[in-house]
């Protein structure tokens, strides 16, 4: 299963997941320039952030918002970043949070599970419910080494609005959730003991985070929210089991680190992998 690959990783290279969140504006202005279009500067700084962390990496998360937002050319850049990143060896997480009626999630599963948007692990919304929402992905876990991360307590502020709804038996909307994708967790479990049925766990609100890990026992997290969002590495402990089962990802801080050097635009790659480190270490130091 491709969560035994993923559970590899994190124990080879650390907890990072690279955010290839690639807003234009966050290129380095002379870089950009060499290109012929935005999209093609955006795919080639890409290539350069992954050449230069691959071997450090968990994983990749490309937020597809970034690239939908300029049309066609950006998802060509969002294609060719996710064969890049399969092309070293690397894992790919496609942000893309879709959640829709069954008929129509089958495609979204076919469209990004095959095909020119193909990556390993996709993230899903389930408030339309588990067999619409997440069932048409279940086959591809099964037959193709796929996986999926279903938005559980997400990261933002905002979560407040509708994950802490309480239920009659003072149960957080988030708790039933988590509850929800563990039993689906547990019937697909890799060798690892981990499920290539993850949940998005946020990095920040943290108090419940060690019994929100006692409700997913099996289910590998992605945690966003480090850096940028003010999540910080000793909010992660208490969503690892023995040092493993969970991704950090970060994408502002890994990449627009360039921007707090001298002369960063130069080497804004170099700058990126010693983000990254910095984030790694920091993060076991803390485990
Ligand atoms: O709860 C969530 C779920 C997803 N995200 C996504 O993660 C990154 C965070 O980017 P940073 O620049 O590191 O803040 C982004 O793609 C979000 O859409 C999240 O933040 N929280």
């Known amino acids: 299963m491709i969560v035994d690959k993923l559970f590899e990783h994190v124990k080879e290279r650390g907890h990072v997941c690279i955010g290839l969140d690639t807003d234009y504006s966050y290129l380095p202005e002379a870089y950009a320039k060499q290109f012929k279009s935005k999209a093609e500067a955006i795919y080639n700084f890409n290539k350069d952030i992954i050449d230069a962390t691959y071997d450090l990496a968990a994983c990749y998360k490309v937020q597809i918002a970034y690239y939908e937002a300029m049309g066609i050319d950006g998802l060509r850049a969002y294609s ?45 919304s389930p408030y339309m419910g588990i067999n619409d929402s997440i069932e048409p992905f279940l086959k591809y876990i099964k037959e193709n080494e796929k996986g999926i991360f279903v938005l559980v307590r997400t990261s933002n502020q905002g979560a407040k609005d509708f994950q802490y709804i309480k239920d009659e038996n003072g149960l957080n909307l ?35 985070s060690g019994s929100l890990r006692k409700r997913l026992k099996t289910s590998f997290l992605l945690i966003p929210g480090y850096g940028a969002q003010g999540g910080k590495a000793e909010d992660i402990k208490a969503y690892l089991i023995n040092g493993n089962g969970a991704v950090v990802n970060s994408s502002r ?20 992998r010693n983000e990254v480190i910095r984030m790694r270490d920091d993060i076991r130091a803390n485990i």
């Open 80 to 124: 060719d970043t996710l064969k890049y990143i399969k092309e070293k060896g690397q894992i790919s997480i496609a942000d893309i949070k879709r959640g829709d009626i069954s008929k129509t999630a089958e495609m979204y599963a076919a469209g990004h599970f095959s095909g020119d948007f193909e990556a390993d692990f996709v993230t899903l």
């Open 174 to 208: 988030y708790e039933n959730v988590a509850d929800m994708v563990e039993k689906l967790a547990e019937e697909n479990l890799g060798s690892c003991g981990f499920s290539s049925i993850g949940s998005v766990v946020g990095a920040t609100n943290n108090e419940e």
């Open 253 to 272: 801080g890994i990449l627009l680190a360039y921007k707090k050097e001298n002369n960063g635009e130069d080497n804004f790659a170099m700058y990126a």
